[in-house]
Protein backbone atom coordinates (compact mmCIF):
# COMPACT_ATOMS: atom_id res chain seq x y z
CA UNK A 1 0.00 0.00 0.00
CA UNK A 2 1.13 3.78 -0.63
CA UNK A 3 1.04 6.41 1.46
CA UNK A 4 0.23 9.83 -0.42
CA UNK A 5 0.91 13.57 1.36
CA UNK A 6 0.27 16.96 -0.24
CA UNK A 7 2.02 19.85 -0.32
CA UNK A 8 2.22 23.03 -1.87
CA UNK A 9 -1.12 24.63 -1.78
CA UNK A 10 -1.81 28.01 -0.32
CA UNK A 11 -3.47 31.44 -1.19
CA UNK A 12 -2.47 33.00 -4.27
CA UNK A 13 -3.72 36.12 -6.18
CA UNK A 14 -5.59 35.16 -9.93
CA UNK A 15 -2.97 35.08 -12.72
CA UNK A 16 -0.43 33.93 -10.23
CA UNK A 17 0.87 30.28 -10.32
CA UNK A 18 1.52 27.23 -7.05
CA UNK A 19 3.24 24.29 -7.54
CA UNK A 20 1.82 20.83 -5.46
CA UNK A 21 3.68 18.37 -4.62
CA UNK A 22 2.43 14.86 -3.82
CA UNK A 23 5.19 12.83 -2.12
CA UNK A 24 4.62 8.81 -2.04
CA UNK A 25 5.69 6.25 0.64
CA UNK A 26 5.57 2.95 1.11
CA UNK A 27 5.72 1.63 -2.32
CA UNK A 28 7.54 2.80 -5.49
CA UNK A 29 5.72 5.16 -7.00
CA UNK A 30 6.45 3.67 -10.61
CA UNK A 31 3.65 1.07 -9.81
CA UNK A 32 0.57 3.80 -9.93
CA UNK A 33 -0.36 5.95 -12.72
CA UNK A 34 -1.11 9.09 -10.59
CA UNK A 35 -3.94 11.73 -10.74
CA UNK A 36 -5.22 14.92 -9.07
CA UNK A 37 -8.40 15.60 -8.53
CA UNK A 38 -9.95 18.92 -6.55
CA UNK A 39 -12.85 19.61 -4.23
CA UNK A 40 -14.48 23.36 -4.67
CA UNK A 41 -17.29 24.24 -2.00
CA UNK A 42 -20.32 22.99 -2.30
CA UNK A 43 -19.33 20.90 -5.59
CA UNK A 44 -18.59 16.98 -6.37
CA UNK A 45 -14.96 15.90 -6.90
CA UNK A 46 -13.64 16.68 -9.98
CA UNK A 47 -10.65 15.11 -12.27
CA UNK A 48 -7.68 17.71 -13.13
CA UNK A 49 -4.68 15.51 -14.20
CA UNK A 50 -3.27 12.30 -14.44
CA UNK A 51 -0.17 10.64 -15.59
CA UNK A 52 0.87 7.45 -16.04
CA UNK A 53 4.20 5.56 -15.11
CA UNK A 54 5.74 5.98 -18.39
CA UNK A 55 4.51 9.76 -18.05
CA UNK A 56 1.38 10.48 -20.85
CA UNK A 57 -0.65 12.99 -19.57
CA UNK A 58 -4.27 13.56 -19.45
CA UNK A 59 -5.78 17.09 -18.51
CA UNK A 60 -9.83 18.00 -17.58
CA UNK A 61 -10.33 20.70 -20.24
CA UNK A 62 -10.69 23.24 -17.63
CA UNK A 63 -7.07 23.27 -16.60
CA UNK A 64 -5.61 22.40 -20.20
CA UNK A 65 -2.70 24.92 -21.20
CA UNK A 66 -2.55 26.14 -17.50
CA UNK A 67 -1.59 23.09 -15.38
CA UNK A 68 0.98 20.44 -15.92
CA UNK A 69 1.50 17.16 -14.17
CA UNK A 70 4.80 15.29 -14.05
CA UNK A 71 6.68 13.06 -12.36
CA UNK A 72 10.06 12.02 -10.62
CA UNK A 73 9.67 8.15 -9.68
CA UNK A 74 13.35 8.30 -8.61
CA UNK A 75 12.29 11.15 -5.79
CA UNK A 76 8.38 9.64 -5.73
CA UNK A 77 6.90 12.54 -6.14
CA UNK A 78 4.42 13.74 -8.28
CA UNK A 79 4.20 17.39 -8.87
CA UNK A 80 1.08 19.86 -9.98
CA UNK A 81 2.54 23.29 -11.58
CA UNK A 82 -0.85 25.69 -11.70
CA UNK A 83 -0.28 28.46 -13.70
CA UNK A 84 -2.59 31.37 -14.08
CA UNK A 85 -4.95 30.65 -11.56
CA UNK A 86 -8.43 31.51 -11.59
CA UNK A 87 -10.38 32.15 -8.62
CA UNK A 88 -12.68 29.09 -9.70
CA UNK A 89 -9.37 26.82 -9.03
CA UNK A 90 -9.90 27.35 -5.36
CA UNK A 91 -10.59 23.86 -4.04
CA UNK A 92 -9.03 21.39 -2.23
CA UNK A 93 -6.78 19.25 -4.25
CA UNK A 94 -5.77 15.94 -3.86
CA UNK A 95 -3.19 13.36 -5.00
CA UNK A 96 -4.14 9.80 -5.81
CA UNK A 97 -2.94 6.75 -6.81
CA UNK A 98 -4.28 4.09 -9.70
CA UNK A 99 -2.78 0.70 -9.34
CA UNK A 100 -3.20 0.10 -13.35
CA UNK A 101 0.04 1.84 -14.03
CA UNK A 102 -0.25 1.89 -17.27
CA UNK A 103 -3.77 4.24 -17.84
CA UNK A 104 -4.39 7.83 -17.48
CA UNK A 105 -8.24 8.15 -16.66
CA UNK A 106 -10.10 10.96 -15.30
CA UNK A 107 -12.73 8.66 -13.17
CA UNK A 108 -11.67 8.88 -9.58
CA UNK A 109 -13.41 5.66 -8.98
CA UNK A 110 -10.24 3.91 -10.94
CA UNK A 111 -7.99 5.49 -8.08
CA UNK A 112 -6.99 3.20 -4.84
CA UNK A 113 -5.27 5.70 -2.72
CA UNK A 114 -5.85 8.89 -2.10
CA UNK A 115 -3.77 11.84 -0.01
CA UNK A 116 -5.86 14.04 2.81
CA UNK A 117 -5.68 17.34 -0.02
CA UNK A 118 -4.31 20.70 0.37
CA UNK A 119 -6.54 24.07 0.26
CA UNK A 120 -5.69 26.10 -3.03
CA UNK A 121 -7.28 29.70 -2.71
CA UNK A 122 -7.01 31.96 -5.72
CA UNK A 123 -8.50 35.67 -4.88
CA UNK A 124 -10.15 37.70 -7.89
Known amino acids: QVQLVESGGGLVQAGGSLRLSCAASGRPLIRYAMGWFRRAPGKEREFVAAINWRADTHYADSVKGRFTISRDNAKNTVTLQMNSLKPEDTAVYYC??????????????????WGQGTQVTVSS
Open 96 to 113: AADQTSWRVVGNSEEYDY
